[in-house]
């Protein structure tokens, strides 16, 4: 099967050609981990889950696929939450990183390959500054090292900007000891009680790195001069990816950092863009734990399904009728993947593959998903297909069986019975039996949702 991925610094879709057949290689900006991470958070690492699973069945074998999503846990945000809360940088950053392995994993997301840390890999990134500036492509002043910009002609070509837009956007300081004003730090001197390290270009003052460096060393270190795919939310394009690029082309003399540039779509909630001072700002560890959003705590396979519903290249709003959809969507689903016990010797809809082929293709997905659904529904008894439908979403990520309880098929059928009843005393406006029906089974854990297409239910115990 042909592979497409769209490349941002093309502006293209194109055919995924590995550099190494034996050995393919994507990193993932990860988490810089000071706070629980937002839904906005969860997206790139759902998204680039299903690049992850979907590289491994392309290229079956053991290590052929290495994935790599790193740890910023030096950076300011980090610095001034510690400071804030009285604690250790160090027991933030492990309770912290801890939340977010628990949030992604309740997501469905696998592990990567190496989650590299940044304060592990402090020597690489000393190399690297210590190249560019031997090779003048970086600079000393004021005990800082700074990328010059100038240096290399075809700065900006992934984010394609104007000169004056770069400079208003590029978030750095405007400091006098610049060459120009879109130079970058690489290196900075740390203040009293911030993390230091010796500093690398003769320089005596302790530091710590910058930004942009962490991530140019820790792909060096784990996928190489170059490698195959990058990806990350499209803020990230500038300038954070533009700087990794410039970094690592001019420290290797190479044409590319990696042959595929990928960005997921910003995500906005319920219509307005998320941000604390409006209200509006989820995170995952909310969702999963808490009633703040919708008035209910929602499952991981749910969150999961309803950020697979919109392109990942294309905006997203986060809604409390697109989170219901979704676990209506896989609460029907569950009625037939939890009389599964094994999906061994089932294959993957053929078509779920494809459509992930054509540069992951999730809403065409969730079409091939229903249309499975429906088959196996029609095909009542046919286990095959079932277990073919259960492996398909399991492939996906998406395990929907606890999200109603284990019911046997005669506490099922007594439910569908008793809201039969239901249905017909509402009929005949007898509203005295049917609430005492609706509180007989919700004295049995069964919550019932009336709407225009009729009633549907679930086992919330």
Known sequence: MELKLYDTLTREKRVFTPIDPARVRMYVCGPTVYDFAHIGNARPVIVFDVLFRLLRHLYPGEGRVTYVRNVTDVDDKINAR????????????????????????????????IEPRATEHIEPMKVLIERLVKSGHAYVAEDNVLFNVPSMPDYGKLSRRPLDEMIAGARVEVAPYKKDPTDFVLWKPSKPDEPSWPSPAGIKTPGRPGWHIECSAMAWKHLGETFDIHGGGIDLVFPHHENEIAQSRCVFHTPVMANYWMHNGFLQVEGEKMAKSAGNFVTIHELLRTEKFGGRKWHGAVLRYAMLSTHYSQPIDWTVERLAWAHKQLFDFSRITQKIDSTHGADIDSRVISALGDDLNTPQVIAELNRQFSDA???????????????????????????????????????EVKIAHRNAARKAKDFKESDRIRDELAAMGVVLKDSKDGTTWEVAR
């Open 82 to 113: 510690a400071a804030e809360r009285g604690i250790s940088i160090q027991e933030l950053t492990k309770a912290t990183y801890d939340n977010f392995k628990s949030d992604v994993e309740a997501l469905g997301c696998l592990p990567p390959t």
């Open 377 to 415: 529904m029609h095909s009542v008894g046919d286990q095959k297909k079932a277990a073919a439908f259960k492996a398909t979403l399991s492939f996906l990520g998406i395990s929907a069986d606890d999200l109603i309880a284990k019911i046997s098929e005669r506490e099922r059928n007594l439910i």
